[in-house]
């Protein structure tokens, strides 16, 4: 008996046997075998008419037999396959010689290709699944895929497990290498061990979206992004960087044990206060992080490394001040969190970055400023040892200045006289002339400027010492 040949084989390019392979009419009209029916068709079939379980035993059981006759030409093609059940293929279907899975236009619960177990690893180098639905799961786990091609809607999971990827396109490749992610309603999104030229995702990114151990040569990006779920990432590495510039964040952007050659431009983000974290980062990655202060209130740092030098920091001068404005940001949330370790290391980059303005607007005369006044006599507030060299120093001065005056003031007992003189500068003494004399109008003047210098950087040294200890 033959039958009539199925519409979809003859569209999609099936090879069949038609004196063997049955066909039916659907409700359209139009004939179709087993594998194009639709899933309420199924179970007309004479070798599908029993019961659920054993008709889903039946169904993969064919479509097993005819993937193990196209795996001796190196292709197995399943367009528009319309299969209510999980496909799991593995050594056991002998698809490990293909070079290429054609799932496209197909309706397919979930599909699974398992890791070989033998000892000559998959070398698949395209699958086409365009249209999984259903809320089913693709999962792959190969050593090496060239090119891989996925539409996921309606996913519930979408797991990617692999070795090396050149090019991973979800609905359109842009070139060579790109690994480009839509997704579209799904809720879990797992991307494991992903190595590509170029990393993208566009668009708005309603689930978790999670990346583990990935890397991307080239720099990624995540730009003009909307994210209402999750955006974790652990254990990546940008080599060239990575852009989030401009992107929304609604839900919230994790980056945990971040790798980055590059920038990670987080200017132009929006989210909520804390939720880009940023957890377990060293302090070259910290320090490659672009940001402004408009961006500060959102970041949240976690066990991670603070630089001395930010490498934004290097920018034009004409942006001094929006620097300034970035460190005075960044100590004003160290306060609120009372962390005053980063409070001290922040008010100093403040003041550092306000001495770099005056330098830049007046290279010759900077020295002159109330600014550089500040960073020698005590570091800014935060360097008690400098400030007390400095009071051991201002000490030694004023003991040579008074030596010097008293020599002037009575020649022939002016070594006598340098002790007096001295005490006489220290702002808890006032010691009266000898009898019969009187200090001259110079060394009162002298006087009362020791007393104010020595006055000044005692207080310096005090208030040294008062943020050392308070903020260790």
Known sequence: MTFKPCVDCVRYGWEMDWEKEETLKCEDGNYRCVFHAPKEDKDKFSEMNKGEEERKYKFLKLLYKKIGRDSEFKKCNLRGLVCPYEIRCSLD??????????????????????ESDDS???????????????????????????????????????????????KINFRRSMSADDVVLEFDKCEVIELNTVKCKRLSVWGEIDSELRFVDCESKSKADFSINK?????????????????FSGSQVVGEIELNSLESGGEINIKGMVADTKKIKLRNCGEDVISRIVFTSI??????????????FFRWESGAADKIKQKIDCYRALKAQAISEQNQPLVSRWHR????????????????????????LYSFVSGFGEDACRAGL???????????????????????????????????????FSVAPP???????????????A??????????????LRNKFRRQ
């Open 295 to 308: 961006e500060v209130k959102y970041l949240y740092f976690d066990n991670c490394g603070f630089p001395d």
């Open 349 to 372: 980059k403040e003041w550092e970055m306000r001495l770099n303005e005056i330098r830049e607007k007046r290279p010759r005369t900077f020295w002159a400023s109330l600014e550089w």
């Open 390 to 428: 400095v009071l051991l120093g201002l000490t030694g001065v004023l003991l040579f200045l008074s030596g010097v005056l008293a020599f002037f003031d009575n020649p022939t007992r002016g070594l006598q006289t340098t002790g007096e003189y001295f005490l006489q500068c220290l702002p808890i």
């Open 120 to 166: 000559k690893p998959f070398a698949v180098q395209e699958i086409d699944a365009r249209s999984i639905t259903g809320g089913g799961v693709l999962k792959i786990e190969l050593d090496e895929i060239v090119e891989l091609f996925v539409s996921i809607k309606d996913s519930t999971s979408f797991h990617l497990c692999v070795q090396t990827v050149k």
């Open 435 to 449: 009898v019969g004399t009187e200090y001259s109008t110079m060394g009162k003047v002298f006087f009362w400027f």
């Open 227 to 243: 994210w209402r779920g999750k955006g974790i990432f652990i254990q990546c590495n940008f080599v060239s960087g990575v852009d």
């Open 93 to 114: 279907t002998r698809i490990n010689l293909w070079d290429k899975i054609d799932i496209s236009a197909s309706k397919i619960e979930s599909f699974f290709v398992l």
């Open 451 to 464: 007393k104010l210098l020595l006055s000044f950087q005692t207080g310096m040294l005090t208030f040294a």
